[in-house]
């Protein structure tokens, strides 16, 4: 199979993982001008692509770039790669990655993200997952998020997104090459707040879908947005994102778009539990990859432990579980206190003003120590 061509004048580039974003992924950065190859788990998958320019499970009626090619040899996606993007489902990607890991550990390319999940052993972000093993610079690492339905985005219609690394300089590269006339890319250097920011839309947007499967209206649907919009905030800002990244497209963006469509697959898996299916029958309805489904637990535990409420994301656990009518579903949680609160949007702070007391605590405690960091800090 070959892997060049000459109509591309751009970085070469892998994109591992050929399901509808991956593959669509290969699509934004071919029609961008960047030589494509595909890894493909299945032979028979990649011979379609580099062929046919086709992806029929994934991507119906999307003509593919002619310029973009496809191998199921892992080996021979990254050989002369300038640059790697990572699409497996997020349970899968540390099997995936040592896999990887002898082809790339003599090689400085940036490593990108293009998942929206967190492992559900250890509620590691993908960016950690592939620093921990690949044991590589973080600076190397970028994440790209934003309001990216795939399938809107393969028959070019425009949209934006954000790539996020530690270094500036990685993630402008990476922007330089992920984008062209239908996709806009923008950069900064908050990875935490940009890879929370679409794990935790997908939370919302099963919520949104039992809504949906339910039966209930807009007003529903509008204060369960707003109200996880202040969650998602909360939770990322705890675990030390910047509170603007979560109102930028990778956090309010794509909230909208994964709510409103019923393209969203986690959209469609909240739906079907509304509808009165049970977790194990979503599952096996699914056959495409819905992050928020294994993201839910995890995320539950870390919040328990960074002193976050999420009565939305909660709820949408206990539908899982079976332990709550999907009728029941609303922006609180019935064992709230109902006494009257303020409505505050000053996010970061609806846990009482507990991201910032934390941080002043934090800073307490390095101003007794001499300006060392508190230990846990
Ligand atoms: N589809 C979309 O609109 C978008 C998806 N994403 C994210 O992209 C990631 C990938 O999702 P999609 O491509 O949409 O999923 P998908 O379900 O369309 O495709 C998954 C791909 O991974 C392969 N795969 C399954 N198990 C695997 C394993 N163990 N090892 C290697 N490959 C395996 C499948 O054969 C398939 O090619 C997810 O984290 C998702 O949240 C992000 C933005 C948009
Ligand atoms: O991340 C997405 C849109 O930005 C895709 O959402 P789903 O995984 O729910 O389809």
Same mark, same amino acid.
């Given at each position: 199979?070959?892997?060049?061509?000459?109509?591309?004048?751009?970085?070469? $580039?892998?994109?591992?993982?050929?399901?509808?974003?991956?593959?669509?992924?290969?699509?934004?950065?071919? !029609?961008?001008?960047?030589?494509?190859?595909?890894?493909?788990?299945?032979?028979?998958?990649?011979?379609?692509?580099?062929?046919?320019?086709?992806?029929?499970?994934? %991507?119906?009626?999307?003509?593919?770039?002619?310029?973009?090619?496809? +191998?199921?040899?892992?080996?021979?996606?990254?050989?002369?790669?300038?640059? #790697?993007?990572?699409?497996?489902?997020?349970?899968? %990607?540390?099997?995936?990655?040592?896999?990887?890991?002898?082809?790339?550990?003599?090689?400085?390319?940036?490593? $990108?993200?293009?998942?929206?999940?967190?492992?559900?052993?250890?509620?590691?972000?993908?960016? =950690?997952?592939?620093?921990?093993?690949?044991?590589?610079?973080?600076?190397?690492?970028?994440?790209?998020?934003?309001?990216?339905?795939? %399938?809107?985005?393969?028959?070019?219609?425009?949209?934006?997104?954000?790539?996020?690394?530690?270094?500036?300089?990685?993630?402008? +590269?990476?922007?330089?090459?992920?984008?062209?006339?239908?996709?806009?890319?923008?950069?900064?250097?908050?990875?935490?707040?940009?890879?929370?920011?679409?794990?935790?839309?997908?939370?919302?947007? #099963?919520?949104?879908?039992? $809504? !949906?499967?339910?039966?209930?209206?807009?007003?529903?649907?509008?204060?369960?947005?707003?109200?996880?919009? $202040?969650?998602?905030?909360?939770?990322?800002?705890?675990?030390?994102?910047?509170?603007?990244?979560?109102?930028?497209?990778?956090? /309010?963006?794509?909230?909208?778009?994964?709510?409103?469509?019923?393209?969203?697959?986690?959209?469609?898996?909240?739906?079907?539990?509304?509808?009165?299916?049970?977790?194990?029958?979503?599952?096996?309805?699914?056959?495409?990859?819905?992050?928020? /489904?294994?993201? #839910?637990?995890?995320?539950?535990?870390?919040?328990?432990?960074? !002193?976050?409420?999420?009565?939305?994301?909660?709820?949408?656990?206990?539908?899982?579980?079976?332990?709550?009518?999907?009728?029941?579903?609303?922006?609180?949680?019935?064992? !709230?206190?109902?006494?009257?609160?303020?409505?505050?949007?000053?996010?970061? =702070?609806?846990?009482?003003?507990?991201?910032?007391?934390?941080?002043? =605590?934090?800073?307490?405690?390095?101003?007794?120590?001499?300006?060392?960091?508190?230990?846990?800090?």
């Amino acid at each position: 199979m070959t892997r060049k061509n000459a109509d591309a004048r751009g970085p070469r $580039v892998a994109v591992i993982g050929a399901g509808s974003w991956g593959t669509t992924f290969g699509k934004i950065l071919a !029609d961008g001008g960047a030589q494509v190859t595909m890894w493909a788990r299945r032979p028979e998958q990649a011979l379609e692509i580099a062929e046919g320019k086709r992806n029929t499970k994934y %991507l119906p009626g999307i003509n593919l770039p002619r310029t973009m090619t496809a +191998t199921h040899e892992l080996s021979t996606a990254i050989d002369g790669a300038d640059q #790697v993007y990572l699409s497996v489902p997020s349970q899968s %990607l540390r099997e995936n990655l040592k896999g990887l890991r002898p082809l790339l550990e003599n090689t400085s390319m940036p490593i $990108v993200s293009l998942m929206k999940g967190v492992e559900r052993a250890s509620g590691l972000r993908m960016s =950690q997952v592939i620093e921990q093993e690949l044991a590589c610079d973080p600076e190397r690492i970028a994440v790209a998020s934003g309001p990216n339905l795939a %399938l809107e985005i393969a028959r070019e219609q425009p949209t934006a997104a954000v790539i996020a690394s530690l270094s500036q300089e990685t993630a402008e +590269t990476v922007a330089r090459a992920a984008r062209n006339s239908y996709f806009r890319t923008f950069v900064n250097t908050d990875v935490i707040g940009t890879e929370f920011g679409g794990v935790l839309k997908n939370l919302i947007a #099963v919520a949104i879908g039992i $809504v !949906d499967g339910v039966g209930y209206g807009e007003n529903t649907k509008a204060s369960i947005i707003t109200r996880g919009l $202040v969650e998602m905030t909360d939770f990322a800002v705890a675990n030390g994102a910047q509170p603007e990244t979560l109102q930028g497209l990778a956090g /309010l963006g794509d909230l909208i778009a994964t709510c409103q469509s019923p393209l969203s697959r986690n959209n469609t898996a909240g739906r079907l539990l509304g509808q009165g299916y049970s977790y194990q029958d979503v599952v096996k309805q699914m056959n495409q990859t819905a992050e928020g /489904l294994a993201s #839910v637990a995890p995320i539950l535990q870390l919040a328990r432990e960074s !002193d976050v409420h999420m009565p939305i994301v909660e709820q949408v656990k206990m539908v899982l579980d079976g332990k709550m009518n999907p009728r029941d579903i609303a922006p609180h949680l019935t064992t !709230d206190d109902d006494t009257p609160q303020e409505e505050r949007t000053n996010h970061g =702070q609806a846990d009482g003003g507990g991201a910032l007391r934390r941080a002043f =605590q934090r800073a307490f405690h390095q101003f007794r120590n001499g300006g060392r960091s508190a230990a846990g800090d």
